[in-house]
C-alpha cells in the first residue's frame, strides 16, 4: 500500500468520525499522566507523612521538656525559699544583716529573681534587697493580691503580676512563722522570661517559638518571626505551678524544621511529576503523530514514537530510581510472592549482596529475617492497614546478624488492587548495643547493691525510695513495699524523732560530691531498737532531674553496748581513785587561791588541816591495796584453774564470759590495781609534803632539815614547773651544801620559800611571752638554789659570791659593817633565776608593803614585805636581792643556825 493510499484511508476516517477521535487524543494521555501524577503523589504523601510523624514527635518531647524544665525550675527557687523560712522558723527570726546575706545569697544564685521582701502580716515590706533599677512593691501592690487569699495565707502561693515597670512577672509568697504564730511572708519577684531558661541563662528548647499565657493575657513569648509555624505545627500545654496554671504554645523554628524535613518526598513528587508529564507528553505525540500520516507511515511513525517516548520514559525512570538509590536507607520493593522486584544502593550496603543476585528471588532465603510476630499477621495486617512498622532481625550476607527499624508501604496498582510492597530498613544496631550496654550496666549496679554485705538504700528528691538492699531488709525487718517512701521509713523507724532525722535526709541532696555521717536509733519491724551509722554520698541525677542519693549504714550497736559495759566496769573499778584525784585537785585550788591573795598565815592551818584528814584515808585505801591485790590475784588464779579443769563451760557461762570481756578484765585488773597504788602513793608523798610545808604542829622554834622544807616547797610547786602543751618547762638546779639541823620557825620559812619560788616562776613565764620559741631553745628557763655553812669569820656578803654582783655603793657599806658585827654560823640558801631582771629603782621598793610590779588581781604586793619580816625580825636574819635587767634575779636569805635565847 502506497503511502498517498494511507493518506486517502486516513482522511475518510477522519471525516467520519472527528469527534471521536478528538476525544481519544486528549483522554488517554491525561489518563496515563493523571495515574503516574496520583502514584507519585501517593508515594510523596507516604514518605512525607513519616517525616512528619517524626517532627511531631520531636515538638511534643520539646513540649514535655519546657513543662518539666519549668516546674523543676519554680520548684527549685520555692524550696529554696522554703528551706530558707524553715531554718528562721527553727532558729529564730534573723537580724538585718543574717537576712541581707541569704538574700544576697539567692538572687545570685537564681538571675532572674528580681526582689526578695520580708513582708510582715500587714502586708508592709520589712527587709527588701533588689537588683539595680527596680521599683519595690509596696504595701499596696501585696494586700490587694493578698486579701482574696485570706484562707490559703498559711500554704505558698504564686501569681502572676506586672512589676511597678510594667514587666511580667511570677510572685511568690512563702508563709513565716515561729511557734504557730504566722509573723509575715517571704515574698519574690521573678521575671517570667527567666523561668523559659536554664541556669547558665540560656533558653529552654530555644529551637522552638514560645508563647506563654495566663487566661487570655500573654506573659511572655520569643522568636515571633516564625510564628507562621505555629497554625501548623503548634502544641499547647499546661503547666500548672503551685496554684497558677499557665497555657503555653510552642512551635518549630524555620531552620529547624528545614533541618528535619528529609529532601525524599519532594524528590519523589518532582521525579513522579515529570515520568507522567514526559508519559502524557509520549502518548499525545503518538496520537498525534498517527493522526496526520499515513496508514502506513502513521504506523512507522507512531512505533517510532512510542519508542522514543518509551525510552524517554525509562531515562526519567531511571533518575527516579537513582534518586531512590541515593537514600541511606535499604530499599527494597518486593511483590506479594516476597519475590524481590527493586534493591537500592542502601540494601547493597547494609546486607552485601548486589542488586543483580537478589531481584527476582524470595527475600526471605537470603535474609533470613526474624519476625517479632508471624509473618502472616504483618502481611494481613499491611494488607488491610496500608502500612507496618516495627523491629526486624536480618541476616548480612557475612552471617551477622542486624537489627533494623522497617517500614512496609502498601502499593497497589491504578484499580486499586494490592501490587507489591515497598519495605524501607535501617539498621539500629548501634542504638541496640548503647541500650544493651546501659541495661548490664544498670543490672550490674543493682546486683551490686542488692547484694552488698551492708544495708543500703537509694532514694529521689522528692521522697521517692528508688530501692534497698538485702541486707537491709535482713537487718531492719522492712522491705521495699513496706517503706515506699522515705516518709514512711521515718514514721516507722524515727517514731517522734522522724522530724528532725528528715530535715537531716533533706540536707543530703546538696552534700555535693562530699560524704556525710550520722549515728540514729532506729525501730526495727520488730520493736527491737538498734544503733545504725550512716554514710552518705550523692549519685547524680534521675532523666527527670531528680537528684539521688544513696546512704550505707552499719549495726553498731553491739559495739555501744560492749563499750557501755567496758566503760561501766573500768568507771567501777577506777572510783576510788577518782574520788582520791577530785579530793586532791580540790586541795590543789584551794592552795593556789591562798597562795595567790598572799594569806600565808592561813594557808599553813588549812594545808595541815587538809592533810591530816586525807592523810588517814590515804592509808587506809593504801594499807587494803595490798590485801585487794592479793585476793584479785587469788580469784583470777581460781578462774584460770577452773578454766583449766573445764574448757567447755555451759552456754549461759560461755555467754557471761564473752559479755563481760573476761580475758581483757584479767589482764586489766592487775594493772588497775597497780596503778591506784601509785596514785596512793603519789598522794602520800603530797600530804606529807603539804605537812612539812605547814609546819602546823612545829609553830615553835625546833631544828629542822632546811633541804625538807625546800623540796616541800617545790613539790606543791611542781605543777607549774613540769612541762605543759601550752607553755616550757622550768629546770630547777639544787646545790645543796651539807647542813646540819637549823634552828627556826619551819612553818613561816617555808612560806618565804614558797613567795620566792613563786616570785621567779612568775617573771620566767613572763618572759617567755616575749621569747620566740628558738630563743627559749637557747636559753632554756633555770632556777638555781644553792645552800652553805658560813662560819663565824663570814656572811652572806662574805661566802660565795652572789651570781649577780650588785653596782649599788650602799650594798657594799653594808657588807662592811656586817663584818664588824659579832661572829656566828650561819646558814644561806640562794634562790635565783635567769629571767628578766629588775631595775635598780624596781630594787630598792621591792620589800615595801603593797608594792608590786605585777597586773591588778595578780599580786597584792605583801609576800616580799612579809618574807622579809620573817627572815629579819622572827629569825635575826637578813634577805637580799642582787639583780641587773637582762640577767636575771637573786634572793639571799641568811639565819643564824641557832637563835637567840628568849628572855
Known amino acids: ?49 513519616e517525616a512528619q510523624t517524626h517532627i511531631e514527635t520531636k515538638i511534643n518531647l520539646a513540649a514535655q521538656t519546657l513543662k518539666n524544665e519549668v516546674q523543676a525550675s519554680l520548684e527549685a527557687r520555692i524550696v529554696t525559699l522554703r528551706q530558707m523560712a524553715n531554718r528562721w522558723q527553727t532558729q529564730g527570726q534573723p537580724n538585718r544583716r543574717e537576712w541581707k546575706a541569704a538574700a544576697q545569697t539567692y538572687l545570685d544564685v537564681y538571675p532572674n529573681c528580681q526582689i526578695l521582701q520580708w513582708v510582715d502580716t500587714s502586708f508592709l515590706p520589712r527587709w527588701t534587697i533588689s537588683r539595680e533599677g527596680i521599683a519595690d512593691p509596696d504595701r499596696k501592690l501585696h494586700e490587694q493580691l493578698l486579701a482574696a487569699k485570706d484562707s490559703k495565707r498559711q500554704d505558698i502561693m504564686v501569681f502572676p503580676s506586672l512589676s511597678p515597670q510594667g514587666s511580667k512577672q511570677l510572685w511568690i509568697y512563702v508563709p513565716l512563722s515561729s511557734e504557730q504564730r ?59 505551678l503551685d496554684g497558677v496554671t499557665l497555657r503555653s504554645r510552642l512551635w518549630p523554628s524555620s531552620q529547624l524544621l528545614t533541618e528535619e524535613r528529609s529532601q525524599l518526598p519532594e524528590s519523589l513528587l518532582t521525579m513522579g511529576i515529570l515520568m507522567s508529564g514526559s508519559l502524557t507528553l509520549a502518548v499525545y505525540s503518538i496520537q498525534k503523530a498517527g493522526r496526520q500520516a499515513k496508514q502506513v507511515e502513521v504506523a512507522k511513525f507512531t512505533l517510532y514514537q512510542q519508542i522514543s517516548e518509551r525510552e524517554q520514559a525509562e531515562t ?77 532481625i536480618d541476616t548480612k550476607r557475612n552471617g551477622k546478624q542486624i537489627p533494623v527499624a522497617s517500614s512496609w508501604t502498601l502499593q497497589r496498582d491504578k484499580n486499586g488492587n494490592p501490587l507489591s510492597i515497598l519495605e524501607i530498613n535501617k539498621d539500629i544496631s548501634e542504638r541496640k548495643q548503647i541500650l544493651e550496654a546501659l541495661r548490664q550496666s544498670e543490672e550490674r549496679f543493682r546486683f551490686a547493691i542488692f547484694y552488698a554485705p551492708l544495708p543500703l538504700i537509694i532514694y529521689a528528691e522528692d521522697g521517692e ?8 531488709t535482713e537487718l531492719s525487718g522492712y522491705r521495699q513495699e513496706d517503706i515506699p517512701t522515705i516518709a514512711d521509713w521515718t514514721e516507722k523507724a524515727y517514731g517522734e524523732r522522724k522530724q528532725l532525722v528528715k530535715a537531716d535526709i533533706d540536707r543530703l541532696y546538696n552534700i555535693n560530691s562530699q560524704l556525710a555521717e550520722g549515728e540514729y536509733v532506729i525501730t526495727a519491724s520488730n520493736g527491737s531498737q538498734r544503733i545504725w551509722e550512716f554514710s552518705s554520698v550523692p549519685l547524680g541525677q534521675l532523666p527527670d532531674g531528680r537528684r539521688l542519693v544513696m546512704s550505707m549504714a552499719v549495726d553498731i550497736t553491739d559495739r555501744k553496748q560492749v563499750q557501755s559495759v567496758l566503760q561501766q566496769s573500768s568507771a567501777q573499778i577506777r572510783q576510788k581513785a577518782t574520788e582520791l584525784e577530785a579530793a586532791l585537785q580540790e586541795l590543789q585550788n584551794t592552795q593556789a587561791q591562798l597562795i595567790q591573795s598572799e594569806k600565808m598565815s592561813s594557808l599553813g592551818q588549812l594545808v595541815a588541816g587538809v592533810a591530816h584528814e586525807i592523810n588517814n584515808p590515804v592509808n587506809f585505801i593504801y594499807g587494803n591495796i595490798a590485801y585487794a591485790r592479793e585476793y584479785a590475784e587469788d580469784l583470777l588464779r581460781l578462774v584460770q584453774i577452773y578454766q583449766e579443769e573445764y574448757p567447755y563451760p555451759k552456754e549461759r557461762i560461755a555467754e557471761e564470759i564473752e559479755a563481760i570481756d573476761l580475758e581483757f578484765m584479767m589482764a586489766d585488773l592487775p594493772k588497775v590495781l597497780a596503778s591506784m597504788k601509785v596514785g596512793s602513793e603519789r598522794i602520800r608523798e603530797i600530804v606529807q609534803s603539804l605537812r612539812h610545808f605547814s609546819r602546823l604542829d612545829e609553830s615553835e622554834r625546833k631544828e629542822v632539815d632546811i633541804h625538807e622544807g625546800i623540796d616541800s616547797t617545790l613539790m606543791i610547786l611542781q605543777n607549774r614547773l613540769k612541762d605543759k602543751p601550752d607553755r ?37 613565764e613572763e618572759s617567755n611571752k616575749r621569747r620566740s620559741d628558738r630563743e627559749i631553745q637557747a636559753n632554756p628557763n633555770t632556777i638555781t638554789i644553792r645552800t652553805e655553812i658560813v662560819c663565824c669569820q663570814k656572811s652572806a656578803a662574805s661566802g660565795n659570791p652572789p651570781l649577780f654582783p650588785s653596782s649599788s655603793t650602799e650594798e657594799e657599806e653594808k657588807r662592811e659593817s656586817d663584818k664588824k658585827e659579832l661572829r656566828t654560823d650561819k646558814v644561806v640558801i640562794r634562790i635565783a633565776d635567769n629571767g628578766p631582771g629588775i631595775t635598780e629603782e624596781v630594787r630598792k621598793r621591792l620589800f615595801d608593803p603593797f608594792f608590786t610590779t605585777k597586773p591588778i588581781g595578780k599580786g597584792t604586793g605583801l609576800g616580799l614585805s612579809i618574807s622579809y619580816q620573817i627572815v629579819v625580825e622572827k629569825h635575826g636574819g637578813k634577805l637580799e636581792c642582787y639583780s641587773q635587767p637582762g640577767l636575771g634575779s637573786e634572793f639571799a636569805i641568811e639565819i643564824p643556825l641557832r637563835q637567840p635565847k628568849m628572855s
Open 1 to 49: 500500500m502506497t503511502i498517498e493510499n494511507i493518506s486517502v484511508e486516513w482522511e475518510k476516517r477522519r471525516a467520519s468520525g472527528g469527534i471521536k477521535l478528538a476525544t481519544q487524543i486528549f483522554f488517554l494521555p491525561l489518563l496515563v499522566g493523571s495515574c503516574g501524577i496520583l502514584t507519585s503523589l501517593w508515594l510523596w504523601r507516604a514518605v512525607k507523612m
Open 182 to 240: 504566722q509573723y509575715g511572708f517571704l515574698f519574690a519577684a521573678f521575671t517570667a522570661e527567666g523561668l523559659f531558661k536554664t541556669r547558665s541563662n540560656k533558653d529552654l528548647v530555644p529551637q522552638y517559638g514560645l508563647s506563654v499565657f495566663d487566661g487570655n493575657t500573654e506573659i511572655f513569648s520569643r522568636n515571633k518571626e516564625d510564628s507562621q509555624n505555629a497554625d501548623v505545627w503548634g502544641k499547647e500545654i499546661t503547666v500548672p
Open 316 to 392: 526519567a525512570l531511571q533518575q527516579y530510581v537513582q534518586t531512590i538509590d541515593l537514600a541511606n536507607e535499604a530499599i527494597i520493593i518486593r511483590d506479594l510472592d516476597d519475590l524481590v522486584a527493586y534493591w537500592n544502593t542502601g540494601a547493597e550496603n547494609l546486607y552485601g549482596w548486589k542488586k543483580q543476585e537478589v531481584v527476582g528471588k524470595y527475600i526471605h532465603t537470603f535474609l533470613k529475617t526474624i519476625f517479632p510476630q508471624p509473618l502472616e499477621e504483618i502481611l494481613e495486617i499491611c494488607l488491610r492497614e496500608g502500612h507496618w512498622e516495627g523491629e526486624l
Open 465 to 472: 525510695i528508688v530501692t534497698v538492699n538485702q541486707a537491709w
Open 728 to 764: 616550757v618547762g622550768i629546770q630547777v638546779i639544787k646545790e645543796y651544801g651539807k647542813l646540819p639541823l637549823v634552828e627556826c620557825y619551819a612553818g613561816q620559812l617555808n612560806q618565804v620559800f614558797m613567795n620566792l619560788l613563786t616570785n621567779a616562776i612568775d617573771a620566767l
